[in-house]
């Protein structure tokens, strides 16, 4: 059920989803490998690094009322429990930055492919 819920999210991303997805992409040549609206057991993932065990979500004005909080720590829990770092962009944040800037939230230096 997820994976086909996913793949659906797949084929509509939000613009605020794109542009931090045309980044990531870009990210690739150096050796970094994002999927997008991935299934981790329950959840889906905007974006996720398997190999960095990295998880990027893009939150928009939504998240700043208390019960979606409350899911999105829960969220973040979870998903540090399962091994993953999580990386939030809030509220139209994603839709700046370099290249160099994805990287250096991300938190991992330039590497070759």
Not at 56 to 64: T, W
Not at 78 to 101: I, N, T, W
């Amino acid at each position: 059920m997820a994976n086909a819920y996913a793949r659906a999210l797949r084929k509509n991303l939000t613009p605020q989803e794109s542009k931090p997805w045309v980044k990531l992409r870009a990210l690739k040549p150096l050796g970094f490998h994002f999927r997008r609206q991935a299934p981790i057991k329950h959840i889906i993932v905007d974006f996720v690094s398997f190999r960095e065990c990295q998880v990027i979500e893009v939150d928009g004005g939504q998240h700043n009322f208390d019960e979606a909080a409350r899911r999105d720590e829960a969220r973040d829990a979870f998903l540090r429990g399962e091994g993953f770092r999580a990386l939030e962009f809030r509220g139209g944040s994603e839709s700046g930055g370099s290249d160099g800037d994805y990287r250096d939230r991300i938190g991992h230096p330039t590497r070759p492919a």
